[in-house]
């Protein structure tokens, strides 16, 4: 590379930097230096591009002499007949003239088939949608009676009205 600084090189140039710039300039130095070795690595990478591009069109440019001349000698090799010249030209519409088929190979025509109608098939009833099995309900439970955990679903607690404020006395409960 043009601008390569190998890491010793970088270490006296940072000593040199600290002895001639003051402690105070010495982050604007760094950041000129900064911009300015951006601004070639730019430049440097603009001209490998450009270089790049240049090699890629001479590389182009000589596969398709490569192609053209491999075109040539195949079409000499193998030269086109009249009839197969005849048979790429484009034909136009309704033109008459000489048909590069002859008649003797045009496609027989035969006759067509006869076609049955399919016979309907009969209708078979869908049987009827089975029942939906239902969870039984639980009883409640009565006095000194004794169930199960796996046979009794409690039911979610409901939500406790509220007591307005401004309720009389006698409308509490357990009064």
């Known amino acids: 590379m043009i601008l390569d600084v190998a890491p010793t090189e970088l270490m006296v140039l940072g ?3 600290l002895l001639v710039i003051p402690p105070k ?5 760094m950041r000129f230096a900064g911009q300015w070795v951006g601004k070639a690595r730019g430049l440097a990478r603009q001209f490998r591009s450009g270089f790049d591009d240049m090699i890629r069109e ?13 075109n040539e000698r ?11 010249a005849a048979l790429m030209a484009p034909k136009p519409q309704g033109a008459t003239g000489s048909d590069p088929y ?5 496609p027989a025509m035969v006759e067509q088939p006869v076609i049955a ?10 049987p009827a949608p089975a029942p939906v099995a239902r969870k039984p309900r639980a009883r409640t439970a009565k006095a000194g009676a004794t169930m199960s955990l796996d046979t009794f679903d409690s039911p979610a607690p409901k939500p ?9 006395p006698s409308d509490t409960p357990g009064e």
């Open 102 to 106: 002859p008649e003797e190979s045009a």
């Open 58 to 70: 001479a590389e182009f440019a000589e596969m398709e002499k490569k192609w053209k001349a491999e």
């Open 74 to 84: 195949i079409m000499r090799e193998f030269p086109q007949t009249v009839d197969m």
């Open 117 to 126: 109608p399919e016979a309907v098939p009969r209708s078979v009833p869908e």
């Open 15 to 17: 000593v040199v930097a």
């Open 25 to 29: 300039d010495l982050p604007r130095a």
């Open 160 to 168: 406790r009205a509220r007591k307005s404020r401004t309720a009389a």
